[in-house]
């Protein structure tokens, strides 16, 4: 079994604890977060943003190159479905969910 990763996120202060490999999204859920993600997890919605502030998550996909999102995405802005943490992360949450 591999050893947890901490991932804190921002500007909420939680931080929780993930295998790697454990995409973004299902660890802001993890940790009681809400995020936008109409599509539930499958990279086409684009609503899931997400800043990495420190760590490394894995590579930008070209799945996240041809997604219409609210965000400028690119190497530190992600969508937290395609983003897998590999690293101890600090992320910020870019648009919360109101409900």
Not at 18 to 41: Q, T, Y
Not at 69 to 90: H, I, K, M, T
């Amino acid at each position: 079994m591999s050893p947890l990763i901490p991932v804190r996120f921002e500007p909420q202060g939680i931080t929780v604890m993930v295998s790697p490999g454990v995409d973004l999204l299902e660890a802001a859920r993890r940790a009681g977060i809400r995020m936008d993600s109409v599509c539930n997890g499958q990279g086409i919605c684009g609503e899931c943003c997400i800043e990495i502030i420190e760590g490394v998550v894995s590579p930008f996909t070209l799945d996240e190159e041809e997604v219409d999102s609210s965000c400028e995405l690119g190497q530190n802005l992600r969508l937290a479905c395609r983003a897998r943490v590999l690293s101890a992360a600090r992320v910020r949450v870019v648009n919360p969910s109101a409900s």
